[in-house]
């Protein structure tokens, strides 16, 4: 994790929004899961969960001293349970429902999910929510995803570069 003179919020999946993060004067830090994590010692949950979810609760021990909150996402029941053990051990979170489904009700009811997060952010750190900043934000993280994309398409000139021959 790369220190940051803004407090840290870290998320589980590529369902949240950086960009709300971002603009509530947080540093976005995705929990991530390696194989090395997957195998390394007792996470405290039970062995029917999903490594990949100890490997994530291993990641957030590792840099819990730096992350003031963490966000989690329904994406799997492994995560529902992850949810449950941060709120056993008085671990600030917060908990997102993602919807299964795409439609008129599922969007509405994500939007308000992602005010909701927006909101609770700006309060936790003493903000008042700001469409100016949200917008910055919005930005800056649109501007990213375009270079990124950009860098993609370069590299794909080159696929073949990287095609393994037998």
């Known amino acids: 994790m790369q220190k940051s003179d803004k407090p840290v919020i870290a998320y589980t999946c590529s369902y949240i929004p950086l960009e709300i993060i971002h603009a509530a004067g947080y540093q976005p830090f995705r929990l991530i899961g390696t194989t090395e ?3 390394e010692g007792e996470t405290g949950l039970s062995r029917t969960i999903c490594p990949y979810v100890h ?13 003031v909150k963490t966000v989690i996402t329904d994406s799997c029941d492994g995560m529902k349970k992850l949810h449950d053990v941060f709120s056993l051990e008085e671990i600030p979170a917060e908990f ?10 599922s969007i509405k009811y994500l939007a308000g999910q992602y005010k909701l997060l927006y909101e609770n952010f700006c309060r936790d750190n003493s903000r008042k929510p700001d469409k100016a ?6 930005a800056i993280y649109d501007t990213l995803r375009s270079k990124l994309e950009e860098l993609r398409s370069r590299a794909y000139k080159y696929a073949d570069f990287f095609t393994i021959k037998q």
């Open 37 to 39: 994590m997957c195998t």
């Open 96 to 105: 997102i429902s993602i919807p299964r489904q795409v439609n008129d009700f």
């Open 133 to 138: 900043q949200l917008e910055e934000s919005l």
């Open 55 to 67: 490997a994530i609760l291993h990641n957030y021990q590792e840099h819990r001293e730096d992350i």
